[in-house]
């Protein structure tokens, strides 16, 4: 999910009808631009995952843009995007923009005709400020349909400084390590060093397929991960179970799990920002989650190497090499109005990308930010990650996958993983989310 980067996640994919497809190809009646103003004051709407207290920091992020620009942008967001996006397309009523949280809806959009290319500027924006990678999330069959808007970092494990001083333990370089020192935790605390929540409303489960995409990627390495994504490689492979395998060392142990919250089943109920202040108050000692969770710890929490609370990559198998996961949003349009155009150019921008940063709580891969502008220094670590050409990247592989899948059968795997069904039948069960052709 996968912001939207703190509030993700998202509904499953909403497939349209053909009927659907061309009524959302018209735009509004009568040939004027869906959602847009008219007069002197342009109305522009935008709709997206980000919800609550982040989207009012979005709304400040582009204030002074409106002021300049005679622009208003009108913005609405939802946990249920998918569902609701396709129903407004449907009806002939989409947004100037979405704010797509996944690169496989992106293409979905995209391949049906919906939306519009983006403007040369735009394209310009993004092939100056972020890597080809992203560039590409944009691009479907050689035509380049939107910007990345923000990005985040996955695979970060929280913990407190104090607490590690006070056990006299550090951070791991290895997986084998994590597992020493979770025991090592659980034996000088006696109890759970572990919190997880994989609650998120309809998209409950998400938080699950981070942790195995991360153990994919570093333990069976991107040529894997990339041919898995695509389904070239199935669920069922061991490959994919030993990531499985891996993930219940710890979340599938009852003497690990859920520090402060219950036993291991309290994993689905808990929500996955309510790990962040048990963590904070010290309930838990380790928790598995992006960069994003700076976000949800309480005000004044100082996140620091010797401060409250502070992160390290969940390690590779290779200490010598860095593989990161990660999620991020791309930018797209239903309408071609010059003053959506304008939104679009402004919005694939450093300037911005720095506008929302200094707003604090969220990172970007844009390499015109300036990071020294950015105080959470875990932020800066992983807007350095994104940039760093050395780095493998990947991007959240439930987001690349199909709908049915990715934010389907997935999640849906991860929820009765955790509730005690057996690997081989969530694979098997997960696999079957994949369309036959």
Known sequence: MGLSQRSRRYAPIALLGVAGIALAGCGAPGGAPSGGGGGDDETVTI???IVDDEAKLLAKSW??????????????????????????????????????????LFADYASRDLLKPAPDAVKKNAEEGWTQGWVDFGTYDGTFYGAPLMASVKGWVWYSPTKFKEWGVEEPTS???????TKTIQEKSGKAPWCAGFESGVATGWPG?????DLVLRNAGPDVYDQWVKNEIPFTDPQIKAAFD?????????????????DVRSINSTAFGDVAPALAKGDCALTHQASFLSGFFPEGTNIAEDGDVWAF????????????????EIVGAFSDSEATQKVLEYLSSPEWADSRLALGGVTSANKGVNIDAVENPILQESIKLLQDDSVTFRFDGSDQMPGA???????????AWINGSSTDDVLAQIQTGWPSS
């Open 209 to 213: 397929t981070d942790w195995i995409e």
């Open 175 to 181: 997986w084998d390590e994590l597992l020493t020192l």
């Open 313 to 328: 990559l969940l390690p590779s198998k290779s200490p010598d090499e860095t593989f990161i996961t990660g999620g991020g």
């Open 405 to 415: 899948v990715g934010s389907g059968t997935f999640w849906k795997g991860m929820v």
């Open 47 to 49: 709709y997206g995952t």
């Open 246 to 262: 891996a993930t219940g060392e710890v979340l599938l142990n009852p003497a690990y799990v859920n520090a402060g919250f219950g």
């Open 63 to 104: 204030a002074d843009f409106e002021k300049e620009n005679g622009i208003k942008i009108k913005y609405e967001g939802s946990q249920d995007f998918e569902t609701q996006l396709g129903t407004r397309a449907q009806g002939g009523n989409p947004p100037d923009i979405a704010i797509f949280p996944q690169p496989g």
